[in-house]
């Protein structure tokens, strides 16, 4: 049984940071791209960060971009989130998911891509991120 363990979100600050940590069990990890979607109440999941099974690269959704990093570390099955300066609008829930293929989701092929991990992915239960003003 595949699970996806979700930790470390909470309340912070406007400008301040969070690490968000995932870890997997039930399933080959490094086989798996690993990456992070955020749902805020009224609209829908949209992603936000991707990885490729090795590490190797890396992708991020536009509105995060130079603030967010996401890397993994296969030996511990744990995926992480490194989120810097928070604004207002990063407040969501925060959910881990894996899926076999990461590409860039600022194209429209790599929309399509992510696509695919809401409906074929697996997905952890989430951890709440508030950004406070």
């Known amino acids: 049984q595949v699970q996806l363990v979700e930790s470390w979100g909470g309340l912070v600050q406007s400008g301040g940071s969070l690490r968000l940590s995932c870890t997997a069990s039930?399933?080959?990890?490094?086989?798996?791209?690993m990456g992070w979607f955020r749902q805020a109440p009224g609209k829908e999941r949209e992603a936000v960060s991707c990885?490729?099974?090795?590490?190797?690269?890396?992708y991020y959704a536009d509105s995060v971009k130079g603030r967010f990093t996401i890397s993994r570390d296969n030996a511990k099955n744990t995926v992480y989130l490194q989120m810097n300066s928070l604004k207002p609008e990063d407040t969501a829930m925060y959910y881990c998911?894996?899926?076999?293929?990461?590409?860039?989701?600022?194209?429209?092929?790599?929309?399509?891509?992510?696509?695919?991990?809401?409906?074929?992915?697996?997905w952890g239960q989430g951890t709440q991120v508030t950004v406070s003003s």
């Open positions: 998911a894996a899926e076999a293929h990461c590409e860039d989701m600022t194209t429209v092929q790599g929309l399509a891509v992510m696509a695919r991990w809401i409906r074929f992915g697996y």
């Open positions: 039930g399933l080959t990890f490094d086989d798996y791209a």
């Open positions: 990885v490729t099974w090795s590490g190797s690269s890396a």
